[in-house]
T-cell receptor, first 114, second 114 residues
Framework: GDSVTQTKGPVTLSEGTSLTVNCSYETKQYPTLFWYVQYPGEGPQLLFKVPKANEKGSNRGFEATYDKGTTSFHLQKASVQESDSAVYYC?????????????FGEGTKLTVSS | GGIITQTPKFLIGQEGQKLTLKCQQN?????MYWYRQDSGKGLRLIYY???????QKGDLSEGYDASREKKSSFSLTVTSAQKNEMAVFLCASSSTGSSAETLYFGSGTRLTVL
């Protein structure tokens, strides 16, 4: 079945350093890939999504490329800020048995210190 | 814009007790979801509903019931709370339930069972 594997946290970085959160997926279909972010005390919210292979998504300085060849969707940011401290989820949106199915990765907790 | 409201924010119950969590959305979305969030395990789908009075089981439905009596509301019942059960329950909605759509989440209900 479908699966998503992402960097196991927690990840701790200093402000101004670069971030990569790895995400790999397995599916036989043509999914939409998402990154969601969850700040403390809130529910997850969409960071961005990419519906097609070989396209890039971006928002707030974060970006990821939907790479069908390597089945990866790694999240990157060149320079993190303290306000980026949150849990990041890689998500695969697919169809199974005629119904939509979302597979969440386990989440990667990022803490950025000043 | 819209909002998802979950009540209560914190729920403390006794072992064996039946407990109900409520969710309201004003997006006018067709599809609503209940997810369970455990530390280090990502989000797991309990129930979802694609329209009023519809119910579909997710991967984690055992021990739970759900009810969608109105388009705007979706309730989840823990049928017999288990001791030491601690998790955050997240309600979400999306427009039609497509696998490429954005999910909008509430801020969660944190359950503790004594």
């Amino acid at each position: 079945g479908d699966s998503v594997t992402q960097t196991k946290g927690p990840v701790t970085l200093s402000e101004g350093t670069s971030l990569t959160v790895n995400c790999s997926y397995e599916t036989k279909q043509y999914p939409t890939l998402f990154w969601y972010v969850q700040y403390p005390g809130e529910g997850p919210q969409l960071l961005f999504k990419v519906p097609k292979a070989n396209e890039k998504g971006s928002n707030r300085g974060f970006e990821a490329t939907y790479d069908k060849g390597t089945t990866s969707f790694h999240l990157q940011k060149a320079s993190v800020q303290e306000s980026d401290s949150a849990v990041y989820y890689c998500v695969l949106g697919d169809r199974e048995g005629g119904s939509a199915k979302l597979i969440f990765g386990e989440g990667t907790k990022l803490t950025v210190s000043s | 814009g819209g909002i998802i409201t979950q009540t209560p924010k914190f729920l403390i119950g006794q072992e064996g007790q039946k407990l109900t969590l409520k969710c309201q959305q004003n997006f006018n979305h067709d599809t609503m979801y209940w997810y369970r969030q455990d530390s280090g395990k990502g989000l797991r789908l309990i129930y979802y509903s694609i329209t009023e009075n519809d119910l579909q089981k997710g991967d984690l439905s055992e021990g739970y019931d759900a009810s969608r009596e109105k388009k705007s509301s979706f309730s989840l019942t823990v049928t017999s709370a288990q001791k030491n059960e601690m998790a955050v329950f997240l309600c979400a909605s999306s427009s039609t339930g497509s696998s490429a759509e954005t999910l909008y989440f509430g801020s969660g209900t944190r359950l503790t069972v004594l």
